[in-house]
């Protein structure tokens, strides 16, 4: 026979570890990542990150942080948050998007509610248009059902297939839920160069006309760049339906990258390396680096992105 007081300890116990281990509680979390479903962004932390590892992009910076704050400091946002970040390659763009996702999610691009889609890599095909479309659509939806506060980042969006990206237009708009699912706590984020034209000469004409880098406001950039992208056929979001309906909530730009700028990144790169900073070597990196325009010799046309390269090449190190 069966002691009722045994079993009911058994029961008890299966019932309790079952509680433990089958949802999102603080013990199972300890030994598996759990999405991050109620937990406000640490601003300051994530403010001193950008501060000291993002140079020479004030703009970007105050929009993003901004951005976030009320993002997550929303209880019930209406709508998922979608940032669009625009800018020459080497600017920053991935370098951010990868912070602010460590933030959201701390093991960041390897966590498993972190999605990264490289427009090259996953939609390549021209006549896939249509199951592209389909894959995103219900990747998207499965992800978000595990965990409302993924996050997506589109990167190479200059290469994405137009009409692509729309297929996810339905998630981004302001329903409280499409097929049963709440998209409101999602990040999505698109990364792409295009634009970066139209950023590069604002801030030449902010240089030339003796006006400072840092007084270059969003208001002086957004309306210019949306149009831009939306009209410029080797966009992802030529003609887009996100863009027609309002639904990025902040165009970021990315300004081109000054030498003293590139100087930053390169003693950057040298302490993270555990090398001591050496000044004639962080300069003789930087003058390595082109610059345009010809004449003036002002911004880095790779901004930092062959930083590393040029410094392995430093064998006095």
Same mark, same amino acid.
């Given at each position: 026979?069966?002691?009722?007081?045994?079993?009911? !300890?058994?029961?008890?116990?299966?019932?309790?570890?079952?509680?433990?281990?089958?949802?999102?509680?603080?013990?199972? &979390? #300890?030994?598996?990542?759990? &999405?991050? #479903?109620?937990?406000?962004?640490?601003?300051?932390?994530?403010?001193?990150?950008?501060?000291?590892?993002?140079?020479?992009?004030?703009?970007?910076?105050?929009?993003?942080?901004?951005?976030?704050?009320?993002?997550?400091?929303?209880? %019930?946002?209406?709508?998922?948050?979608?940032?669009?970040?625009?800018?020459?390659?080497?600017?920053?763009?991935?370098?951010?998007?990868?912070?602010?996702?460590?933030?959201?999610?701390?093991?960041?691009?390897?966590?498993?509610? !972190?999605?990264?889609?490289?427009?090259?890599?996953?939609?390549?095909?021209?006549?896939?248009?249509?199951?592209?479309?389909?894959?995103?659509?219900?990747?998207?939806?499965?992800?978000?059902?595990? &965990?409302?506060? %993924?996050?997506?980042?589109?990167?190479?969006?200059?290469?994405?297939?137009?009409?692509?990206?729309?297929?996810?237009?339905?998630?981004?708009?302001?329903?409280?839920?499409?097929?049963?699912?709440?998209?409101?706590?999602?990040?999505?984020?698109?990364?792409?160069?295009?634009?970066?034209?139209?950023?590069?000469?604002?801030?030449?004409?902010?240089?030339?006309?003796?006006?400072?880098?840092?007084?270059?406001?969003?208001?002086?950039?957004?309306?210019?760049?949306? !149009?831009?992208?939306?009209?410029?056929?080797?966009?992802?979001?030529?003609?887009?339906? @996100?863009?027609?309906?309002?639904?990025?909530?902040?165009? !970021?730009?990315?300004?081109?990258?000054?030498?003293?700028?590139?100087?930053?990144?390169?003693?950057?790169?040298?302490?993270? #390396?555990?090398?001591?900073?050496?000044?004639? @070597?962080?300069?003789?990196?930087?003058?390595?680096?082109?610059?345009?325009?010809?004449?003036?010799? @002002?911004?880095?046309?790779?901004? &930092?992105?062959?930083?590393?390269?040029?410094?392995?090449?430093?064998?006095?190190?």
């Amino acid at each position: 026979a069966f002691d009722p007081l045994s079993v009911s !300890v058994v029961v008890g116990g299966a019932a309790l570890a079952w509680r433990l281990f089958s949802s999102d509680s603080w013990l199972k &979390c #300890r030994f598996e990542e759990c &999405c991050n #479903r109620n937990d406000t962004l640490n601003f300051t932390a994530l403010k001193a990150q950008l501060d000291s590892r993002l140079f020479g992009q004030h703009l970007a910076k105050d929009v993003v942080l901004k951005a976030v704050l009320g993002f997550s400091n929303n209880p %019930s946002p209406k709508k998922p948050l979608m940032l669009s970040l625009h800018g020459w390659a080497g600017t920053g763009k991935n370098f951010l998007s990868q912070i602010l996702a460590e933030h959201v999610h701390p093991a960041g691009l390897r966590s498993k509610f !972190v999605h990264l889609f490289l427009a090259t890599l996953h939609f390549p095909h021209h006549d896939q248009v249509k199951l592209y479309k389909e894959q995103l659509q219900n990747w998207i939806r499965g992800n978000v059902s595990a &965990c409302p506060s %993924s996050v997506f980042i589109f990167d190479e969006m200059d290469k994405m297939h137009p009409g692509v990206i729309d297929a996810i237009k339905p998630f981004l708009d302001y329903y409280e839920e499409v097929d049963g699912v709440s998209y409101r706590k999602a990040i999505f984020i698109f990364l792409s160069n295009a634009g970066g034209d139209l950023i590069n000469k604002a801030a030449l004409d902010f240089w030339t006309s003796g006006k400072r880098r840092e007084d270059i406001q969003l208001k002086d950039l957004e309306p210019v760049l949306s !149009v831009g992208v939306f009209n410029n056929k080797n966009s992802g979001l030529w003609h887009s339906s @996100i863009i027609d309906r309002n639904l990025i909530d902040y165009f !970021v730009p990315f300004l081109p990258l000054e030498h003293r700028h590139v100087k930053m990144c390169v003693r950057a790169e040298m302490a993270a #390396r555990g090398y001591a900073v050496d000044e004639d @070597i962080v300069q003789a990196v930087a003058d390595e680096m082109t610059y345009f325009p010809k004449e003036q010799k @002002i911004y880095s046309d790779k901004g &930092c992105k062959t930083v590393q390269a040029k410094l392995d090449i430093h064998e006095d190190l």
